[in-house]
């Protein structure tokens, strides 16, 4: 991805915010804003953002999960199907 083409001032994005969020929503890529030179800002569409969410969302499942091997909490397969087949049945009574 060449972000060079994706970089822009803050002035341009206050002279052509309509266009800028159409090109964000068929382009799909982020927008870089600057101010007096310096990054400042990310703009993405929302369907962008909620993929990002989404993915950040996955991300800390699997970290939590990878924590909780490392401590050892873990369990086989036989005792986790047990206690699921017993909560099955209690829930039945």
């Known amino acids: 991805m060449n972000f060079t083409s994706q970089i822009k001032p803050i002035s ?18 982020p927008l870089v804003i600057t101010q007096n030179g ?3 800002a990310v703009l993405q569409d929302v369907a962008s953002y909620n993929e990002t969410q989404e993915t950040m969302a996955l991300l800390k499942v699997l970290a939590l999960g990878n924590r909780e091997i490392d401590e050892g909490k873990v369990a086989t397969a036989d005792d986790v199907f047990t206690r699921a087949r017993k909560r099955g049945r209690d829930l039945k009574e």
């Not at 341009?12 to 890529?29: F, G, Q």
């Open 38 to 40: 310096e990054a400042k």
């Open 12 to 29: 341009y994005l206050k002279a052509n915010a309509a266009e800028v969020l159409e090109t964000l929503a068929h382009s799909r890529e």
